[in-house]
């Protein structure tokens, strides 16, 4: 990206709107509260505007608003207080594997925990972790707009967030399910307990998905800055852009298919069930249709977050601009065309198994350029090792271990080995829990000034991030041992022999829980006593930190012009660059 | 907000759009990626329709011979003339004529009530002779898999006619708002995205008739 000089940006026709000139002069950028001329220099953030009003009206201008960042902040709370059972739950199970022998809990309460542990992670917590909570307070603001493009939609998929989380958690306090998160049939049909209202659940959490990313792809299509075209978007916002398009395209297949796994239940309509010539097999491919792209909605957005934190904290471009953007786009649309991959031994013929699998190697090529341009940022950069690019560095070293391991399985003859066992547990949480939380922590530390408007504990945090990394690598690791030794998934007791490795995960299992309650305590006592946050603490250009901190409730005074690239830092000498990194 | 006086930003702008101009074509916009994500969600049910087809070519002969081709034949007429006097609809919210909205409106809720009772007309004769969706299947006069097929008949005309009750809704709530003068300000982009999912409603029947009563 060069420095262009500003081209006359569109102006915006109404007087209100006037253009903020703080923004030419190239400058670290600030929230002008001297352009008071309308009146607003005084106002409140959007985390406390109605508060004068009383308690109970403030709660209520809460959960009535239609405001991008407070309806991402009341994502934030729900997401993560589902990730905290969703923990819990894992702990529970994770004492019962410390040794062979069933001793903890009864193998049904055992299914049950590990169906919940995948069915809240999945459908409560990845999905709308970084979308729905961090890019709803970021992307209009990284888009120098006012809001989304249909605030009520937004606010609507929150609600409606939460009514498909009643009925999830209605099935769990109703005796619970142990389908595993897949719902695979003919068990799901044919099992007792409240299995209809855990598939109505997920049907209805689909929803709130398909609206968050309606939303966002109309908003980025839309409501971008004057002067900023697509290549000059942040890179969080390609990611989330391609997370939209999956998240449109696909949910829609999981909601019929779920659908017509409840009708199952409900009237018998057949179509899944052999006795009836139905095909129990369609059932996987219809379900794998969206949920092999769902791994992309939940790991895409990571990239985003990943592109921004490593070029702001190494003080340089990022490099292969271009190649980060458009191998998000490539990396959703080759996600469509790869969900075989997860039937290798479903009995679907040798010749799609081929095909899939060779398509799923494609998977590999944009995901490869990214990490090469990431470290490429890197290099020769003023690397500042705080916490959000520990964070960064540890989703780097993570993430490269899970995507190897993914051609393992992508290769037929060595899935047919590893298939259900735990080297694919450990695979998909390299890849899902380093992708999705590690990177989601290293954007809530990046980020957090400008939500919250505190500072956080430096040392508090490069401590947070050491413990997490070491207690991740201790839980999964072991994990590729044992599975590749034959350890099947989802078993409560088993030989003695991986006795030792289960022991080793599980202890690790401790130590993350450690360091993730470490996080909530110092990020919790930052919220009420952190210093204050100036506006623009990383010296980031992009246009998030152009607002005041924490931001006012209509984002910007005047609709911000976009005169540079996103990675423009001020320090970079350009004499010295032939402008084309 | 402070723009009520400008000719180019009418009150019904929201205070986050740049112009009207924006806010009518993210409208649009946002309507036509619901109808994206729409078709995937049938398309699921067209899966299942190919997979089976493929599968019991000769069910699928002798199932449309169940099917009553005029009943078929006439509700697609009344959809076809629905999307027209809905196409007219979005006309008169255009040329700023309440009286041609209010009209077409209201012809097109009729003509999609006469698709649900031509549908409540089908559905209940063929479950007076016992054909129901698979498991409860309980008819002895056909042969082939026929439950599977019912299945799927019962899956895509059943979703497709909750489609056309939301339509209704929706319709009713346009007709309402227009007995009250709305739309005649140039923001009627709610009448065009009702006309554009009424649309979309339209064409999945076209691609069902065939498919299920004249396979033959």
Known sequence: MTVETPENPEMPETSDDSVDTAAETGTTPTADHSHDDHGHGDEPSYLTYGMEKGLLSFIKSWLITVDHKRIGIMYLISVLFFFAVAGFTAIAFRIELLTAAPDFMSADTYNKAFTLHGGIMVFLVIIPLTPAALGNFLLPLMLGAKDVAFPKLNLASLYVYWLGAALLVYAVLGGGFDTGWTFYTPYSTTAQGPITWALLGAFTLGFSSIFTGLNFIVTIHKMRAPGMGFFRMPLMLWALYATALTQLLATPVLAITLLLVAMERIMGIGIFNPDLGGDPVLMQHFFWFYSHPAVYIMILPAFGIISELVSVHSRKRIFGYGAIALSSVSIALVGFLVWGHHMFVSGQSELSGVVFSFLTFFVAIPTAIKIFSWVGTMWGGSIRFNTPMLYTLSFLFLFLIGGLTGLFLATMSTDVHLHDTYFVVSHFHYVMASGAVISFLGGLHHWWPKMFGTMYNETAGRVGAVIIFLGFNLTFFPQFVAGSRGMPRRYHEYVKEFEGLQAMSSYGSFILAAGLVWVLCYLLYALFKGPKATDNPWGAVTLEWETATPPIEHNFHHTPVCVRGPYDFPEIDESLSDGKH | ???????????????????????????????????????????????????????????????????????????????????????????????????????????????????????????????????????????????GLMPIFFAIYYCLTGLHGIHVVIGIGFLSWLLFAAQKGRYMDGNYAYVENVGLYWHLVDLVWIFLFPLLYLVK
């Open chain 2, 1 to 143: 907000m402070e723009h009520a006086h400008d000719p180019n930003r009418p009150a019904w702008v929201k205070h986050y759009f740049h112009s009207k101009e924006q806010q009518l074509s993210a409208a649009k916009f946002g309507m036509w990626l619901f109808l994206a994500q729409e078709v995937l969600f049938f398309s699921g049910l067209f899966c299942a329709y190919i997979a089976f087809r493929w599968l019991y070519p000769e069910t699928w002969l002798s199932g449309a011979d169940q099917l009553n081709k005029w009943m078929g034949g006439l509700n697609t007429l009344v959809l076809i003339a629905s999307s027209f006097t809905m196409a007219l609809a979005v006309r008169g919210a255009q040329t700023k004529s309440p009286v041609a909205l209010k009209v077409n409106l209201l012809l097109t809720i009729l003509f999609a009530c006469m698709f649900m009772v031509v549908k409540y007309f089908e559905y209940s004769h063929k479950m007076h002779l016992g054909i129901f969706p698979a498991q409860h299947y309980a008819y002895e006069g056909s042969t």
